[in-house]
């Protein structure tokens, strides 16, 4: 039976893999898309999930909601280019009153209680003003997935801090101390889904809408993350968002204590990992230490060659 998804996403370019992979794995349901501000602004965001439905025509539609109102005062238009595809415009119909976020999180949750796993591939601000709404959520998930922190490699955002921490500091420890599963995927293990050039251009030529626009997104990523982090390639970090439901034994995974510092002048966002040797804590979170990338990305392939 596939199982339930609910996707919060900024709508970057690996954003956009994520979602296409969600939609045409089978044993995914995605029941719910959530855009939030992140890579882009709110409204962007929102614009951006609508068109990616629409684009992608699904045959079954997940539920789709509005990001709240943010400003983090940082932004990735960098890496993902104008409007967070690379520049490239698409065609949108969007719903003219959808449900904000939160809300749409805490009715597709009580719809589908202890059957549905969320998954933030953004800040984690939508998962905690629904928390705000309702203290007793995190007891109806399945799993949360969460996308940020940064164990042993540097930040991205910061010397220290990861993008989607930094963002909303707040939010995440709030997020991290809500008692539910929680399996956490910081950049430790995300930048390891490096996918080189020849591999992002080379995407199944099915002639699907679906794999023509993440071609036609990818050169903006490959050119951004050159500039930004010296690197060949692209990293398809959303889509690690995905493996702890569709390809577990491709992680390798330990409990640990995990909180986030929201203060501090120079390590804001910053995640810091309890390891101490004879610590009582029971740990809060499954911290992903390890990938099989092989594994990964031919499920990448795999996926998008079926669509």
């Not at 996707?7 to 956009?16: E, H, L, S, W, Y």
Request: proline letters at 6%; hydrophobic letters at 45%.
């Amino acid at each position: 039976m596939a199982r339930k998804l609910i996707i919060v996403t900024d709508t970057g370019i690996d954003g956009a893999f994520a979602v296409a992979l969600a939609l045409n794995d089978p044993d995914l349901d995605l029941i719910g898309l959530a855009a939030t501000a992140g890579n882009v602004s709110s409204e962007q965001a929102t614009r951006n999930v609508h068109a990616l439905i629409g684009l992608f025509d699904a045959p079954r539609w997940p539920r789709l909601g509005a990001a709240l109102p943010a400003d983090y005062g940082i932004d990735a238009v960098k890496l993902h280019g104008i409007g967070g595809f690379g520049g490239v415009e698409i065609p949108c119909a969007q719903l003219h009153h959808p449900h904000p976020s939160d809300k749409l999180l805490l009715d597709l949750i009580h719809l589908n209680p202890k059957e549905t796993t969320v998954v933030l591939m953004g800040p984690a601000t939508t998962f905690a003003r629904a928390l705000d709404r309702d203290a007793d959520l995190a007891k109806s998930i399945e799993r949360l997935i969460v996308l940020g922190g940064s164990w042993q490699e540097p930040g991205d955002a910061s010397a220290v801090a990861e993008f989607h921490f930094f963002c909303d500091p707040p939010a995440a420890r709030q997020v991290l101390r809500c008692d539910a599963p929680i399996t956490l995927l910081p950049l430790d293990a995300t930048r390891k889904m490096l996918f080189a050039p020849t591999e992002l251009l080379s995407l199944p030529e099915s002639g699907s809408r679906t794999t023509q626009f993440l071609r036609h997104i990818v050169p903006q990523g490959i050119a951004g993350a050159a500039s930004l982090f010296g690197i060949e390639g692209f990293y398809l970090q959303d889509v690690l968002g995905l493996l702890p439901l569709v390809l577990p034994e491709a992680l390798t995974t330990k409990t640990v204590s995990v909180d986030v510092e929201t203060q501090g002048e120079l390590t804001r966002g910053m995640s810091v990992f309890d390891l101490r040797w004879g610590t009582d804590s029971e740990g809060n979170v499954e911290l992903v230490t390890g990938v099989d990338v092989s594994a990964a990305k031919k499920y990448v392939q795999r996926i998008l060659s079926s669509e």
